[in-house]
């Protein structure tokens, strides 16, 4: 099917039965360009053939004749992908369309634009997070995920690592974010995360004498998940980031108060 005027629908394989609609250009403004559906419909061949990361999808000339559309319809719509962080677009004659892993620091990336534009400040972005995250733990309390349980464990339970980085607590608040087994806000909270602690973090605010009673408080929240006590766990994480806030906010309130920067 032509897709010369940038809008018509896509002429895919019919095993996909979640391609956009194909009404014509003409009928709404709303229709989606051909990129764009071409872009979709490779993501549900992603995800229902189960591609994980480092899978290689079809080459170009393949799509182009699997969509029935044109050549910069398909580059476009890789494209499209390549920018969310979806596929990576490799070089060379073995190259093409690869299946990224996904990664909180693209979502961030997206998020950061977003909160530059509305002149969110990195207080605004810790706030957002002191609501999601003590309900991401009280949720990892009460699914009791094995797995995730061991690796939190295993962050814990060594005291001498456990106190001297903070890539350590880094580790512990993601480890129970995927511990929630909630995967909207386990990315979310990631992403919350990372787009406000390296700009806070740069000014060194976070003291050698305080790392000690940090990383005891990891220990009170791990034992009540442990517990399955989800309401404490809920109580626990909320004063624990508080405390990181209040901290902060003593230290260098600027940074606080700074509007979020895009970092593109």
Do not use: C
């Amino acid at each position: 099917m032509d897709d010369s005027d940038g809008t018509a629908a896509v002429g895919a394989d019919p095993s996909l039965d979640v391609l956009p609609d194909r009404t014509p250009a003409s009928a709404s403004p709303r229709t989606r360009k051909v990129s764009t559906m071409v872009a979709a419909a490779i993501v549900e061949d992603i995800v229902s053939q189960g591609h994980e990361a480092g899978a290689r999808l079809a080459v170009e000339a393949a799509m182009v004749e699997r969509f029935r559309v044109s050549r910069a319809s398909v580059r476009e719509g890789l494209r499209l992908l390549e920018t969310h962080g979806v596929i990576d677009l490799r070089p060379g004659q073995r190259g093409g369309p690869v299946v990224r892993e996904l990664v909180a620091g693209d979502l961030a990336r997206t998020l950061t634009l977003f909160f530059r534009l509305t002149n969110a400040t990195y207080r605004d972005v810790v706030e957002a997070r002191i609501v999601i995250e003590p309900v991401m733990a009280r949720l990892a309390a009460e699914r009791q995920d094995a797995d995730q349980l061991a690796r939190l464990r295993e962050l814990v339970e060594h005291p001498a690592e456990r106190r001297n980085t903070m890539g350590s607590a880094q580790d512990f608040h993601d480890t129970m974010s995927s511990a929630s087994g909630n995967p909207v806000l386990d990315i979310l909270g990631k992403a919350l995360r990372m787009v406000y602690a390296g700009h806070l973090q740069a000014e060194n605010f976070f003291p050698a004498d305080a790392a000690g009673g940090i990383a005891d408080q990891h220990q009170d929240i791990a034992d009540a998940i442990f517990a399955g006590d989800g309401p404490l766990t809920e109580q626990l994480v909320a004063d624990h980031l508080r405390d990181y806030a209040d901290l902060q906010d003593a230290r260098t309130p600027w940074l606080m108060d700074k509007r979020v920067v895009w970092d593109a």
